[in-house]
């Protein structure tokens, strides 16, 4: 299974600021996702980070508000941009599992922000 | 919006019995995964079974799939304080380029 690391693990922010958000990843990975989930919640799909490309976007989410970069095939950042207190949520990476576990998706640890 | 129902939304049960979660979908699937979060922490993959699997066992833990009900269940046997945990069903959906959706969570609190 893939091991991902995020950074930083949590942070509280000031309304109109933007946060930066990274996810590394132990070995090379076609696909990499950002997902959301707010207080209470279950996920939602926020982008898909490709490398070489732009990032797909879901409905409801854009690349002005979620920029991603996808420098190369372990690592991915997200930025929340001019950040107010309903971006306040835990942001999580998730990869592919790789050879031999193409279907699984396993998931960083997450990052909790707090938008004040 | 999310594809995935579960219910029950929360469940409360003794150490030592079983627990039975259920999962909806609406869509066509390629495969359905389980995942257990504790306290807002990251997800812990648990077991994945694809559309033409009807049943797969890992340990405690067995899940079924019934493709023509759109639903899976995930049983937890002999259960543990240390389930402890919110459990999500997620959905890749037939050519969705392995997005996956997730469902709305179950609850579940295993007392000692």
């Known amino acids: 299974s893939a091991v991902i690391s995020q950074k930083p693990s949590r942070d509280i922010c000031q309304r109109g600021t933007s946060l930066t958000i990274q996810c590394q990843v132990d070995?090379?990975?076609?696909?990499m996702f950002w997902y959301r989930q707010q207080p209470g919640q279950s996920l939602t799909l926020i982008a898909t980070?490709?490398?070489?490309?732009?990032?797909?976007?879901e409905s409801g989410f854009v690349i002005d508000k979620f920029p991603i970069s996808r420098p190369n095939l372990t690592f991915s950042t997200l930025t929340v941009s001019n950040m107010s207190p309903e971006d306040s949520s835990i942001y999580l990476c998730s990869v592919e599992g790789g050879q031999g576990y193409t279907d699984t998706q396993y998931f960083g640890p997450g990052t909790r922000l707090t938008v004040l | 919006s999310q594809q995935g129902e579960e219910d029950p939304q929360a469940l409360s049960i003794q150490e030592g019995e079983n627990a039975t979660m259920n999962c909806s979908y609406k869509t066509s699937i390629n495969n359905l995964q389980w995942y257990r979060q504790n306290s807002g922490r990251g997800l812990v993959h648990l077991i994945l079974i694809r559309s033409n699997e009807r049943e797969k066992h890992s340990g405690r833990l067995r899940v079924t799939l019934d493709t023509s009900k759109k639903s899976s269940s995930l049983l937890i046997t002999a259960s543990r304080a240390a389930d402890t945990a919110s459990y999500f069903c997620a959905t890749e959906t037939s050519g969705s380029a392995r997005q996956l959706t997730f469902g709305s969570g179950t609850q579940l609190t295993v007392l000692p």
């Open positions: 980070a490709n490398q070489g490309s732009e990032a797909t976007y």
């Open positions: 070995s090379q990975v076609t696909m």
